[in-house]
């Protein structure tokens, strides 16, 4: 993927942060709420922010939305353990994922295989990084076991990577429609732009 300016870059962190900021308090859809989307942040992130920087902003957003949804929001600090500092890992392998997808990424159709797999394969990170520590390591349960770790992640996980494929699925609408545009207005063969610059 060509670097964007750094003008556009700042313009979809600040648009990341808005969105997560919107919805990582909730973290579970509601009829009045969206659900987090966070995984997804980060993705799209690491695929259009090219500086590191970036994942510090993000990794601090979401520690802030935390506290701030526990002490003044009401929410359960039932989540936040020992295991809560891996979050920097599962947010990490999110990233990556994204910088991985960024490299490959072309504007054709083709994108798709990559982008399915970086999604897929970064998901399972964090999802294995957040819910694994948090299951082993966290104190909430008594006598973890990979059996029954497993069970929960048949249970829980399709639900996350589902919420993270839907927000990932509107940033790449907006990707493709922002292509699109910018087709046209640069002027194509065969086109009205082109016809007129020619």
Excluded: N
Excluded at 1 to 24: D, E, F, H, P, W
Excluded at 95 to 124: E, K, N, Q
């Amino acid at each position: 993927m060509q670097k964007l300016s750094q003008r556009s870059q700042l313009a979809i962190g600040l648009l990341l942060m808005l969105v997560m900021a919107a919805t990582r308090s909730h973290h579970f859809a509601t009829p009045a709420h969206l659900p987090d989307a966070s995984w997804a942040v980060f993705f799209v992130a690491g695929v259009y922010l090219s500086s590191a920087w970036w994942f510090a902003v993000f990794v601090i957003l979401a520690v802030a939305v935390d506290w701030f949804a526990i002490t003044f929001g009401g929410v359960s600090s039932f989540c936040v353990t020992p295991a809560y500092a891996a979050l920097l890992l599962a947010f990490g392998a999110l990233w990556l994922g994204g910088r991985w997808y960024a490299r490959h990424h072309r504007d054709r159709l083709t994108s798709l295989v990559p982008l399915v797999v970086a999604i897929v394969l970064s998901a399972l990170g964090a999802e294995l990084c957040s819910s694994g520590s948090f299951y082993f390591f966290g104190g909430r349960f008594m006598h973890p076991t990979l059996a029954e770790f497993l069970v929960r992640e048949v249970r829980y996980f399709p639900m996350m990577l589902g919420v993270m494929v839907f927000y990932v699925t509107l940033a790449a609408m907006i990707h493709a429609l922002f292509a699109l545009t910018g087709l046209r207005l640069h002027g194509q063969p065969g086109s009205k732009a082109h016809g007129l610059h020619s």
